[in-house]
């Protein structure tokens, strides 16, 4: 059994707010774990009736509690991240990525300059769109804190990012009742539909607004 699946199993003895909130601040954070995993299977026991739930009363039972929590813990797990970058520095994050500890979180320099690079292009905003991006998705804090990005800013665009992703794994775990192959399968092409939703609706509006300038 491998560590994520022994982390599960004990997460479905031990399924709370409490847990649910630890989960999602590993889950943010440099150490690899899948959010798929965490959301979807709460929100699954949450959705059945309070007559089959586990009689120790260890389970949530709101979905919405869920979703903050859940995102909770994703701010937590990314204001990590972004403290690190900003007091370790650029030269040891890179060094760290390389060490024998930074493969074992599946970490290396090429994937710190993916997440830059990807920074450098999108802005601020990157801390939202990165959520819905997987092999981005635990990395964006990183660039941010190593930019000195403004913590409020990154902390509204974390928020944003992080409750809309645990919004879309809520839907799944409602949707494919807890089933794992089909959350894995659906995960990535709704976070897909999803951000080209946004563009569109972006683009509405920046067309409207030029319009409108061009008017007056």
Known sequence: MS??????????????YASITALMTVESSFIPFPSEVV????????????????????????????????TIGAILGAVINYGLSVWLGRPIIYRFADSKLGHLCLLSSEKIEQAE??????GNMSTFIGRF?????QLISIPAGL?????????????LGAFSWNCVLALLGYVAHGQMDLINKYSHELSVAILVLLAAVILFYSLRWLIRRQRR
């Open 39 to 70: 959301i979807p299977p709460a929100v699954y026991v949450a959705s059945e009736p309070a007559s089959s739930l586990c009689a120790t009363g260890n389970y949530p039972v709101d979905v919405l509690l869920i979703v903050l929590f859940g």
């Open 133 to 137: 991006i997987p092999g981005i998705r």
């Open 3 to 16: 560590l994520i699946e022994q982390i599960t199993a004990w997460y479905s003895a031990h399924m709370n």
């Open 147 to 159: 930019s000195r990005m403004h913590f409020g800013a990154f902390l509204w665009w974390t928020f």
């Open 117 to 122: 690079a990807y920074f450098r292009e999108k």
